[in-house]
């Protein structure tokens, strides 16, 4: 399995430790434990986009060497259904022995805060039975979502959310290789569009270039608004004029022809209130309300039913808005 | 145990397959190419087109009547890919222990546009290598062609089935009915093979739903059938909204042959046009959301209890939110469910393209779909060169390039 060379995130993604940008202490520390060969359970708390998952490749690369996809098994918590399927994943991989010098495999464990106490207690156990042939990386946001028991039997290394400085540093090495240029306004955009989430800013940045093969500030903003479309903006002010029904057929466009889940439907609706026309202690207001029908979203059967739902409130607003 | 009718009926032989002559008599000729130790240019055949048209009938019959031995895969099966190089590949590389020399397999990859993809990376590769060194025939089964790989397509004879014509599912419904010793109206199957629209299996479906059991199947059972649900829902639409207590609304859900998941789509879509207050609007939403939620736990959690919570919160719960006048409105059948099932394709295009991309670059299907599909499709609509060169290594069929294509015209404006 060769990995993806036109996609910049995997283009280039460190290989080594020392390539990684950002995290200094954290990564002095993973690499006296590949110095060393020795490496215990690991938790990797932090952000998205912070290097939890390249820190894990890059451990698995330096220390197994060409082989180490023979190795290296990466589940992903969200993905994978149910904590019976990771468990019988880790069963077939760590029948076998790991191939080359050194004595254990590595398992990645991505998203492991997806995973409910009970199927962490199940991990647990699994951790426990293979802990002689394999070493687990559990990758999460929040160290506190995971529970003690296995906490305690990790070493856990917290990952910061990236700076200007450290998307920067990163992005050059890009613009160099790509040969194309970046300017110091455009890095700033970037940082604040995508977060601090390396994996957002690279994709910015390899859209951006598609567009243009100087990137600045202007061309970030245009990627970002041709990313993410002035429609729900014009649903949200149809509904906040009283046009709910026109409101309700952009909402289907969305659905339908944009194919775009409720989930980040209700995403995009969050991030557009800050831009909307109205007094600032209601869009608190609203952004309550919309936290209300995303986690309605995961309870209910239809999420069309859902949006139509938060859409009527938006109405209710504006219509108390103009009396 | 019942027989469903349309296994019962099933073609045994390749002339008893109704309404595809063209294609019987391409894969008759591809599946020759396969005897007396040959192998055809072509060592697959991709069967496609709509649901219940007789693709995989059509195999099946094959191989039966060649004596070939029969090997089922589903491509959007998980363990399929597992399994694929080896069970597939060595299927069709060798002969058959039991049947001799002159024995073949016939390998059946079913929905072939459903290629399970992300535990297997590569799925579409694992079929191209199978394809390339088989000696033994294979046939795809899908529904689009176009959503297969190039590549694939390339070493596949392509057969198209289309949608059967109302005579001929006349004809076959009236086969059925003799066997079953029933007597049909003439009229009666026509109106069935109508709604049915080329799908045969589900004609029969239908046929067997109304007819079983009956000596005669007259025009008024169909009819009657099908047009009493439609007069009950607006009868329904239009009381609810007047009634005045909770019990009177909650009995109208139940003179109604409609499950509440059913019901609640025909609320959804009228309710709302008859309100001229937006409080009354966002209180109604409020009882059909909360009405949704109980249907999801349902549906999740196969707690069919909850049900009548469901169906008082859409009907008591709708009603007595109003206080403002109503509106004359016509009703209307919902749109949003035909709009939905349209979605539910495109849904499946983006999750695959999703699946890939996560699969490629250490991801989650979500991250992937949130954080990678916006961008790749920016990159899509203005940098061919770079789209291509993705869309190869994505191996990405056609569906899935247009979607991440689409939408050109209205983004083009706002970036000028």
């Not at chain 1, 993973?30 to 060393?36: A, G, M, T």
């Not at chain 1, 880790?90 to 022995?97: I, L, M, Q, S």
């Not at chain 2, 048209?53 to 399929?80: P, V």
């Amino acid at each position: 399995m060769v990995e993806a060379e036109e996609i910049w995130v995997e283009k280039y993604r460190p290989k080594k430790l020392s390539e990684i940008v950002g995290q200094d202490e954290v990564l002095n520390r993973l690499q006296s434990f590949v110095d060393k060969k020795s490496l215990p359970h690991l938790l990797f708390a932090g952000p998205p986009g912070s290097g939890k998952t390249t820190a894990a490749l890059c451990i698995a690369r330096e220390l197994f060497g060409e082989g180490w996809r023979q190795n290296f098994l990466e589940l992903n918590a969200s993905d994978e259904r149910g904590i019976d399927t990771i468990r019988n994943k880790v069963k077939d991989y760590a029948r076998t022995r790991p191939i080359g010098d050194v004595p254990y495999k590595i398992i990645l464990l991505d998203e492991s805060d997806a995973l409910t106490p009970d199927a962490q207690h199940a991990l647990r156990r699994t951790m426990e039975m293979y802990t002689h042939t394999c070493r687990f990386i559990l990758d999460c946001n929040y160290s506190s979502r995971i529970i003690e028991p296995i906490q305690s039997r990790c070493a856990i290394f917290r990952f910061r959310r990236l700076n200007e400085n450290n998307i920067g540093q990163y992005l050059k090495r890009i613009a160099r290789a790509e040969k194309l240029t970046l300017t110091q306004d455009g890095i700033k955009a970037i940082t604040y569009v995508s977060e601090g989430d390396m994996r957002r800013a690279t994709n910015v940045f390899q859209a951006a270039a598609a567009l243009k093969r100087k990137v600045s500030e202007k061309a970030v903003y245009e990627v970002s608004a041709a990313a993410h479309p002035e429609d729900v903006r014009q649903m949200l002010e149809l509904a906040l004029e009283g046009k709910f029904e026109q409101a309700r057929d952009k909402l289907y466009d969305l659905l339908v022809n944009q194919g775009l889940a409720g989930e980040d439907i209700l995403g995009q609706v969050h991030r557009e209130i800050f831009n909307l026309k109205i007094p600032e202690p209601v869009k608190v207001k609203l952004i309550d309300k919309v936290g209300e029908f995303d986690f309605r979203l995961t309870e209910g059967a239809s999420e069309r039913i859902q949006l139509e739902a938060a859409l009527a409130h938006f109405s209710l607003i504006g219509d108390r808005l103009r009396s | 145990m019942l027989e469903p009718w349309a296994d019962k009926y099933r073609p045994q032989k390749l002339n008893e397959v109704v309404g595809q002559a063209q294609a019987v008599r391409t894969m008759l000729k591809w599946a020759e190419g396969w005897g007396r130790g040959g192998r055809p240019q072509k060592p697959a055949a991709l069967l496609y087109g709509p649901a219940g048209t007789g693709k995989t009938a059509t195999a099946a019959a094959l191989a039966r009547e060649f004596g070939w031995d029969l090997i089922e895969l589903n491509a959007s099966d998980r363990r399929t890919f597992n399994v694929i190089q080896k069970v597939a590949g060595t299927a069709a590389t060798t002969g058959t222990l039991f049947t001799g020399a002159a024995g073949k397999r016939l390998v059946v990859l079913d929905e072939a546009d459903n290629v399970y993809g992300r535990a297997d990376r590569g799925g579409y590769r694992a079929i191209e290598q199978v394809l390339k060194q088989a000696s033994n025939p294979v046939v795809l089964i899908a529904n689009d062609q176009y959503s297969i790989p190039w590549t694939i397509r390339a070493l596949c004879v392509l057969i198209n089935f289309r949608r059967l014509t109302q005579d001929s599912i006349v004809k076959v419904l009236g086969q059925i009915c003799k066997a079953e010793k029933i007597e049909a109206e003439p009229l009666a199957l026509n109106v069935i093979a109508e709604a049915a629209r080329g799908d045969l299996r589900s004609a029969i479906n239908d046929l067997q739903a109304v007819a079983m059991g009956k000596r005669r199947l007259m025009i008024k059972d169909v009819v009657v059938y099908r047009r009493d649900k439609e007069i009950n829902i607006f009868e329904v639409l239009s009381q609810l909204m007047h009634a005045t207590s909770s019990k009177q609304a909650r009995g109208l859900l139940w003179a109604l042959d409609r499950p509440p998941d059913d019901a609640i789509d025909w609320i959804s879509e009228n309710i709302p046009r008859m309100l001229s207050e937006p409080a009354d609007l966002e209180r109604v939403y409020d009882a059909l959301s909360r009405a949704d939620i109980f249907l999801g736990r349902i549906r999740r959690r196969q707690m069919y209890g909850m049900m009548s919570y469901a169906g008082d919160l859409m009907t008591a719960g709708v009603a007595l939110s109003r206080q403002g006048t109503l509106k004359y409105v016509r009703f209307q059948a919902p749109s949003s469910g035909k709009l939905m099932g349209r979605t539910r394709s495109t849904r499946a295009v983006r999750d695959s393209i999703a699946k890939k991309i996560a699969s490629r670059c250490h991801t989650s299907s979500g991250e992937a779909r949130k954080h990678f599909l916006p961008y790749m499709s920016v990159i899509f609509r203005h940098d061919k060169k770079a789209a291509n060169r993705i869309a190869e290594e994505l191996e990405l069929g056609d569906a899935e390039i247009s979607y991440l294509t689409k939408g050109a015209t209205r983004e083009e404006s706002i970036l000028k």
